[in-house]
């Protein structure tokens, strides 16, 4: 359909290029306040960005993300038992609730959760009595007084220690993490099946989801995705390869393999055919902040659910239709398997995902609006407003549209992030950072 | 069952096509495609168990897709049983299979998209091939017969590909590192062979005519090799060299 270039919500401004990453970006996060900005690579490195804050000097860089920390999270393993490498790739990345001075965030590969804590210091001690600046030992003899070390100002530097390493929770590649609202407690999920930790404890997790078959044979079915209510602390969900959601209460057992709620949409007859059931797994879900609906991203669409409502999603937007002719060369070539990420605005108003072509789509909940943008270089320059793209099917072809047949298939924005309060996204396109402002509102409506 | 777009019988072009050749191609184009697809899948599972851990979702995914395709083909009653000779045949052959079947079906029509993967231009799915001629229809009918003996074969070697797959992702038993070694060695040299053949040139896969999507990574044959040299080290470890 017409793709109408959006309203006040969608005429987004872009920022300068935050930065480079050197390997292939595979998890973007914001943090609570949205003051920190946590990418992870391939390459097992997390950058963190912080945004500066606004300053009357310098009106036009009105709080954008320097570089604040880079890290090396997670080395490539060797397992001698199975003979295969574990990838040292972040997979996920949840920042902690800030209880104090530091930050914490909880960083992932396929097998091992890392607790990083991130402090800051702006002070050093001078003036000791017994070591000299350099820190060599003062000639005794040479004192003649004492004095008491005074803290003085110094650069800002940041450090990062890790605080806990969570292993050998996983038989299966962990696909999501993500912490309770009780802030003491996080879960991890991976293929088949769910751990629960305390963040303080790192020899002991409780499986709370386990979907192994007895037998392998029979297996048909696996978990893509889960995420903690975020309110109710014993509420979380869990997607899978078939499409479904479910909805457990860890108050009802110990084992949560009896879902409290099973959200499935009814299949569609005549859309039917070999690549339905790969099309329909879910990628991704994420919960509204106010924990009324839920998110979740499949091949070509992105479906909004209500809690209450287990039939069918309340509401569902095509990413790219055009892409449905097409699944047998999407299967063949592997894209078919991409695992696109989505996101909700601070309001829940405005949705968002990846496609591909270095293109994300944003849905407008309330008007029904979609536009599609591009995440290049070349696109647009600092500074101008973001043009909206189309893709063209057949039929009228406006000047600047894309032909399907066009699109680049290796330039996928599977990793998006909204800021939690402001029209601030990061996109992740390969090994750029992109992130996008909105001038005109500040406020979603 | 197919793509969207794809039907099933093509009744009004029968007219076109004169005698016995026109009932093979209608119903046959359906099952070349099926049966390429079927042949796709299981070379995607191979690959994906022999490489670094095998991405669990995805080969669940293609197990599936194979899964229903054989539900159907016994449905059909094309997936029937065949001579012992045909069940001693390498695995190897499965993969050659594939190709043959491409280059037969799709290599002389060239630039033509393979049907129900057009995009609005297709108009029935026998219409984008091309008239079928008489050395062609030969072919067809060679790779029909090797078809119908794939099957076969398939469902004697299908529960156990899967059974495979799955396997190793089961945390092995640490005192049988020789099984452990032994079924590693072998299949890493056969597959390399393979994936040179198969990634590197032009050649027509099934899904062949679309542009602008890019083809499977040629990646697999390099970490096959770095993981060979750190199969020696392990070796060399274990025998105390």
Known sequence: GDLRSGGGSVDVCRERLAGLVADIISTVEFNHTGELLATGDKGGRVVIFQREPESKNAPHSQGEYDVYSTFQSHEPEFDYLKSLEIEEKINK????????????????????????????????????????????????????????????????????????????????????????????????????????????????????????????????????????????????????????????????????????????????????????????????????????????????????????????????????????????????????????????????????????????????????????????????????????????????????????????????????????????????????????????????? | MFARGLKRKCVGHEEDVEGALAGLKTVSSYSLQRQSLLDMSLVKLQLCHMLVEPNLCRSVLIANTVRQIQEEMTQDGTWRAVAPQAAERAPLDRLVSTEILCRAAWGQEGAHPAPGLGDGHTQGPVSDLCPVTSAQAARHLQSSAWEMDGPRENRGSFHKSLDQIFETLETKNPSCMEELFSDVDSPYYDLDTVLTGMMGGARPGPCEGLEGLAPATPGPSSSCKSDLGELDHVVEILVET
């Open chain 1, 93 to 445: 990345i949840k920042w902690l609730p800030q209880q104090n001075a530091a930050h914490s965030l909880l960083s992932t590969n396929d097998k091992t959760i890392k607790l990083w804590k991130i402090t800051e210091r702006d002070k050093r001690p001078e003036g000791y009595n017994l070591k000299d600046e350099e820190g060599k030992l003062k000639d005794l003899s040479t004192v003649t007084s004492l004095q008491v070390p005074v803290l003085k100002p110094m650069d800002l530097m940041v450090e990062v220690s890790p605080r806990r390493i969570f292993a050998n929770g996983h038989t299966y590649h962990i696909n999501s993490i993500s912490v309770n609202s009780d802030c003491e407690t996080y879960m991890s999920a991976d293929d088949l099946r769910i751990n629960l930790w305390h963040l303080a404890i790192t020899d002991r997790s409780f499986n709370i989801v386990d979907i192994k078959p007895a037998n392998m044979e029979d297996l048909t079915e696996v978990i893509t995705a889960s995420e903690f209510h975020p309110h109710h602390c014993n509420l979380f969900v869990y997607s899978s390869s078939k499409g479904s959601l479910r909805l457990c209460d860890m108050r009802a057992a110990a084992l949560c393999d009896k879902h409290s709620k099973l959200f499935e949409e009814p299949e569609d007859p005549s859309n039917r055919s070999f690549f339905s059931e790969i099309i329909s797994s879910v990628s991704d879900v994420k919960f509204s902040h106010s924990g009324r609906y839920m998110l979740t991203r499949d091949y070509l669409t992105v479906k909004v659910w209500d809690l209450n409502m287990e039939a069918r999603p309340i509401e569902t937007y095509q990413v790219h239709d055009y892409l449905r002719s097409k699944l047998c060369s999407l299967y063949e070539n592997d894209c078919i398997f991409d695992k696109f990420e989505c996101a909700w605005n601070g309001s829940d108003s405005v949705i968002m995902t990846g496609a591909y072509n270095n293109f994300f789509r944003m849905f407008d909940r309330n008007t029904k609006r979609d536009v599609t943008l591009e995440a290049s270089r070349e696109s647009s320059k600092p500074r101008a407003v973001l043009k909206p793209r189309r893709v063209c099917v057949g039929g009228k072809r406006r000047r600047d549209d894309i032909s399907v047949d066009s699109l680049d298939f290796t330039k996928k924005i599977l990793h998006t992030a909204w800021h939690p309060a402001e029209n601030i996204i990061a996109i992740a396109a390969t090994n750029n950072l992109y992130i996008f402002q909105d001038k005109v509102n500040s406020d979603m409506h």
